[in-house]
């Protein structure tokens, strides 16, 4: 799996920290770039309010990026909704921090009762419950964070960095460049990369790419850019990359990236 | 209410001071009267009053519990059914979140446990996994978000039964809500092999008028149905007219025969009822869809076509007012 390589640091608040299910997370976030901290209250009988202390500590002391942050903290009566205590301590204090939750209450009128008193009217928070995988909670980070990364990785195969605006094929811990890739080219697969990045699944649509085309038949010149972007990371995989891999014409909505499998 | 049972209750412990009261000077009066009284009237005058004590505080306490038992003996006349019937709903759901918690804990260890394994199965090269664990392992995760549905199907009906239940209408983002399902289903498909698709039209789609749960919970069965009946390929499309926006989940499954669709919505329906095999999944969920959205000013529709047409599909279509009510 391709590392991105940027500083983001978050805080994981959860009693339950220890368990297989938030250390599968923990370790996601941790291959996708993350610097991960998990709050430990120490003592021996810890409960709600110790979290609570510990969390609000780390926080100012670590500025984190994000939350990762339960709503439950025990069985006691106090603590079974201390996450919430938690989370409107970090939307008065500190605004500009993005909290995902996790929370039983995903759906339904109950998190309406059980979140609006605690959330301003541009907090960034969102909720996923605990059942969630671990992709799906770096999918919805990644997308409450809202800044785009330095790198995007296309699968195993494949990364953009932004910035040198260059695409590398990785291969056996070698990065090697698409030079072919480039202007008008890389603008297009960058287009999609990014949109994959942020909304799996999200079509680009013709109308958005029509910018990059030209000539007569836009559709078609747009054809020829996308067959020649993968000829040209197939030259250096030594692959053929077919219709149906990599970027992908919806049934004649527009394109989208998908990873691609070898 | 609660502010008079707490007044009968401190009651009662008060009158069982009075009780005990009485019947300590009942047991004193011997020791205490002959030096408190010059004259003796038959029985020591303490035991009078440490009698008369025990008995009032005695009918105290039955007085303290028969005002209790009224308090909590529902009073219903026929305009207060439907508050006996929101308390049962406010009850079970109340159970049922209580519950919840408790119902997922075994499943996040099992999907917990699984990741794990994975994980050091795939950081150990010298390990052959065989394809019996490796199916194992991805119908565990497979089933994770069939088993987040059913919790969410049993909470939803809960509410739809009540009859109180009121409609709120806020301003909601449908492009979210659809970002949100597909996130939650990407990596299943992505294991299977399979691919969801969706868009907007327009792009810059904006805000409808709509309840964000409703609509979660409609599209999130009708996607989750999806993928289990698809060949390789789902899209969800998000559209809208001067009055109605629309959400279309179109799959390249085999199709819905059509002697099943007229059943298609009936509550506990199955495809595997009709066939008497075992049934594989509760056959709630298009029936909770399609009341949500009725219930919201929508409805829900289906067309399919079989095999062996080249163009065999099924494509369920939800269709909300833009502005509530």
């Known amino acids: 799996m391709n590392k991105e390589k940027f500083d983001r640091k978050i805080i994981i608040v959860d009693d339950e920290w220890q368990s297989p299910i938030l250390r599968s997370v923990k370790r996601r976030l941790d291959e996708e770039g993350w610097q991960t901290k998990v709050v430990v209250p120490e003592g021996l009988m810890i409960s709600g309010d110790d979290f609570e202390v510990e969390a609000m500590f780390a926080i100012e002391s670590e500025s984190p990026d994000a939350v990762l942050l339960d709503v439950r903290f025990g069985e006691h009566r106090e603590d079974r909704f201390k996450g919430l205590s938690i989370l409107r301590n970090i939307v008065e204090q500190y605004p500009h921090i993005p909290v995902l939750m996790f929370t039983q209450y995903v759906q339904g009128p109950d998190r309406e009762a059980a979140v609006t008193g605690t959330l301003k009217w541009d907090s960034r928070v969102d909720f996923i419950d605990k059942l969630a995988s671990p992709e799906e909670v770096v999918l919805r980070l990644r997308r409450l964070i809202g800044t785009a990364p330095e790198t995007i990785p296309i699968g195993a195969y494949l990364t953009v960095d932004v910035n040198a605006k260059v695409i590398y094929v990785v291969n056996e811990n070698r990065s090697l460049p698409v030079d072919d890739i480039m202007g008008t080219k890389f603008e297009i697969f960058f287009e999609l990369a990014s949109t994959m990045y942020r909304n799996p699944g999200e079509v680009v649509p013709f109308s958005k790419l029509m910018k990059y085309s030209e000539g007569e038949d836009p559709r078609a010149s747009l054809r020829v850019r996308i067959r020649e972007i993968k000829d040209a990371i197939g030259n250096v995989m030594g692959v053929h990359i077919g219709a149906n891999d990599l970027i992908v014409n919806v049934r004649g909505q527009g394109y989208r990236m998908v990873s691609l499998d070898l | ?325």
């Not at chain 2, 020591?44 to 009032?56: A, C, I, K, N, S």
């Not at chain 2, 009946?229 to 179109?250: A, D, G, L, Y």
């Not at chain 2, 929508?298 to 065999?312: K, R």
């Open chain 2, 1 to 325: 209410m609660k502010k008079r049972i707490q007044i009968l209750q401190v009651t009662k412990i008060g009158f069982a001071f009075v009780v005990l009261g009485g019947a300590l000077l009942v047991l004193a009066s011997p020791f205490l009267s002959e030096q408190l009284f010059a004259n003796v009237w038959g029985v020591e005058p303490l035991t009078y009053v440490g009698v008369v004590l025990f008995v009032l505080g005695l009918a105290g306490i039955s007085a303290s519990y028969a005002f209790m038992d009224m308090l909590n003996e529902p009073q219903y006349s026929s305009g207060e059914e439907n508050k006996s019937d929101s308390d049962w709903t406010t009850i079970t759901g109340q159970y049922f979140d209580l519950f919840d918690h408790d119902l997922g804990r075994p499943l996040r260890r099992i999907l917990g446990k699984q990741r794990e394994v994975r994980e050091n199965l795939k950081g150990s090269q010298d390990t052959k996994i065989s394809d019996d664990v490796l199916d194992l392992m991805d119908e565990i995760e497979r089933q994770a978000p069939n088993f987040r549905l059913m919790l969410a199907n049993i909470r939803i009906l809960v509410q739809l039964e009540s009859p109180s239940e009121k409609v709120e209408f806020q301003p909601v983002e449908p492009v979210q809500i659809v970002q949100k399902i597909v996130d939650r289903y990407m990596h299943v498909a992505h294991d299977s092999k399979k691919q969801i698709s969706w868009w907007a039209d327009p792009s810059e789609f904006g805000l409808v008028y709509s309840d964000s749960s409703a609509i979660e919970h409609i599209v999130t069965n009708l996607v989750d149905n999806a993928m289990r009946f698809c060949t390789s390929e789902i899209e969800v499309r998000i559209t809208k007219n001067p009055t109605h926006f629309f959400i279309r989940i179109w799959d390249d499954g085999g199709g819905i025969p059509s002697q099943y669709m007229q059943h298609l919505f009936d509550r506990g329906w199955t495809p595997e009822a009709t066939r008497r095999e075992e049934k594989i999944s509760s056959g709630l969920g298009l029936f909770i869809a399609r009341t949500l959205a009725r219930k919201y000013g929508g409805d829900l529709t289906a067309e399919s076509l079989t095999e062996p047409n080249d163009d065999h599909h099924t494509a369920f279509l939800l269709s909300l007012p833009l502005a509530g009510d």
